[in-house]
């Protein structure tokens, strides 16, 4: 595969549930991020990580728990999430270096409903 | 804080019309913009990347635009057909940041009409 996978593509779950988000890209990049779209809200930068190290978390309630175990892969951890939740989370990535000089690629996002 | 907004925020046109979407930002202090375009349901595809050094970029049929002094940048989109139908989305990271962060305005949800 290439380019920035997400898995699953869909997930509903409750609110009692824990349940896990999985990015992979396959472009050689160091730095990963996610992103939360909700239904009429602009999309939200949630975490960075640079080089597996975390950056910024902007704020994002503890539910949310991300993991990076290495350049490749990112890991959004989901625990006792609320209604409002609900979004379409999206994973990208970029190369590392002067900042302003590389695109973001963006995976196709995980359908979230929580019920 | 940086705030990015998107005008207009939906648009309809028919085939073959040259279109121009719009987007603003408060803080001119940017590394670069990006201009995406997603499709219902989808991620997003980046479409392209203006240098804060530059004034436009050209691919295809799109030219972007940008004014970092005035907060401001434009896509054109040339003889439009309905395989533009998308929303288009802007975003700036900030220069102070590390990592590219970006701030992202609402989007406008574009529709060409055959």
């Known amino acids: 595969e290439t380019g920035v996978t997400q898995t699953p593509r869909h997930l509903v779950m409750g609110m009692t549930n824990k349940k896990s988000l999985k990015c992979e890209q396959h472009?050689?990049?160091?730095?990963m991020y996610w992103y939360k779209q909700s239904a009429k809200k602009p999309l939200e930068l949630m975490f960075v990580?640079?080089?597996?190290?975390?950056?910024e978390n902007n704020s994002v309630p503890s539910r949310f728990s991300p993991e990076c175990p290495n350049s490749s892969h990112l890991f959004l951890h989901l625990h006792t999430l609320q209604p409002e939740d609900s979004a379409l989370y999206l994973c990208?990535?970029?190369?590392?270096?002067?900042?302003?000089?590389?695109?973001?690629?963006f995976g196709p996002g995980t359908r979230l409903t929580v019920t | 804080k940086q705030e990015v907004t998107q005008i207009p925020a939906a648009l309809s046109v028919p085939e073959g019309e040259n279109l121009v979407l719009n987007c603003s930002f408060t803080?001119?202090?940017?590394?670069?913009l990006q201009w995406f375009r997603q499709d219902p349901g989808k991620g997003l595809t980046s479409l392209l990347l203006?240098?804060?050094?530059?004034r436009e970029q050209t691919s295809g049929r799109l030219n972007a635009s940008l004014d970092k002094s005035s907060g401001r940048s434009t896509l054109y989109i040339a003889a439009s057909q309905p395989g533009d139908s998308a929303t288009y989305l802007c975003?700036?990271?900030?220069?102070?940041?590390?990592?590219?962060?970006?701030?992202f305005g609402g989007g406008t949800r574009l529709m060409v009409k055959p």
């Open positions: 990208a990535s970029s190369p590392l270096g002067l900042a302003g000089l590389y695109e973001q690629y």
């Open positions: 803080d001119s202090a940017i590394y670069n």
């Open positions: 472009l050689g990049h160091n730095a």
């Open positions: 990580y640079s080089l597996e190290e975390r950056v």
């Open positions: 203006i240098q804060s050094s530059q």
């Open positions: 975003a700036v990271p900030q220069e102070r940041d590390a990592g590219n962060m970006l701030t």
